[in-house]
């Protein structure tokens, strides 16, 4: 349902839609979460082509994602003081050997993690490993807000997933890095006041007017985080989060276990019958694509 044509056509600038992976930012804030989560600080904002990953199955796609840095800071504006629960999901995606990236985690004063090697605790790389702490905000008027400041100590600090839970352990927000948009301007968050029955629900409806209806509904941020292959949801809109990444040149890539051919240079070679591996692949990706189970997060 998602266009570039129809991003163009709501008013997307051509720079938005150009975006690197990988950027220095000043500030990015979750335009998918239902609470206001900014990262703050010199850091940057990469994707890692790692398919699998370990302890977490069916949510390979949240870590992939990481923001690194020598020194930032997350926060969470506008929460009611009170008792919360963080967690902090990491994972090594770079270094092979221990003691490569070390770094400290803090919130206010207190050190949630210090000397933190996700490698050694986590057991090795492609591993998630997650650090959860119990921490009492005053509210905002009394300290700031709350906040979870990143501190390397050899290479750079980083951050895959972050999630608040309150007291009764009902969870306020999870945020995965893919979430995160430039927030240049604070204009591009604001959502548009649309009035008007909500078509683009509507099966019934021609699908160009379904997909114009959705799109006007959006704030410029996230339109411009629903060109990337991993768009986030839309909480507020009811719209899931989807992992468009997947390509079938020989076998159905990044989409959990499946029956890999060899290179396009070696089918050719292989002198198969015309046309059986292409049938197998596409038999695939219509299961993976149907199967509500097997859809990418």
Request: aromatic share 6%; net charge negative.
């Amino acid at each position: 349902m998602r266009s570039i044509f129809n991003l163009l056509a709501a008013g997307v600038p051509a720079l938005v839609l150009c975006l690197p992976a990988t950027a220095v930012a000043d500030e990015e804030v979750c335009g998918a979460c239902d609470a206001k989560v900014v990262i703050s600080g010199q850091f940057q904002h990469g994707t890692s082509d790692t398919f699998l990953i370990a302890n977490a199955p069916g949510n390979e796609a949240a870590y992939r994602d990481e923001v690194v840095g020598t020194n930032f800071v997350l926060s969470v504006p506008g929460l009611k003081p009170g008792k919360y629960t963080l967690e902090i999901g990491l994972v090594e995606l770079k270094y092979d050997q221990p003691g490569q990236r070390v770094f400290d985690i803090l919130t206010g004063s207190h050190a949630i993690a210090t000397n933190l090697d996700i490698f050694t605790v986590a057991g090795g790389m492609d591993r998630v490993w997650r650090v959860r702490a119990a921490v009492e905000h005053a509210g905002d008027a009394a300290h700031g807000p709350l906040s979870v400041q990143f501190i390397a100590r050899r290479e750079l600090a980083k951050l895959n997933t972050f999630e608040l839970r309150d007291a009764a352990g009902d969870s306020l927000v999870f945020m995965k890095v893919a979430d995160l948009t430039p927030s240049a301007d604070p204009a591009w968050l604001v959502p548009p006041v649309v009035e008007g029955p909500v078509r683009w629900r509507d099966p019934e409806q021609p699908l160009a007017e379904r997909v114009n209806d959705l799109v006007r509904r959006m704030s410029l941020a996230e339109k411009a985080a629903q060109m990337r292959n991993t768009a986030p949801p839309i909480p507020r809109l009811g719209l899931p989060g989807y992992n468009y990444w997947n390509e079938c040149l020989h076998g159905v890539a990044r989409s959990g276990v499946v029956t890999v051919f060899p290179q396009a240079i070696g089918l050719a070679a292989s002198r198969a019958k015309e046309g059986r591996s292409t049938e197998s692949l596409s038999a695939v990706q219509r299961t993976i694509c149907t199967c509500d189970s097997c859809l990418p997060p």
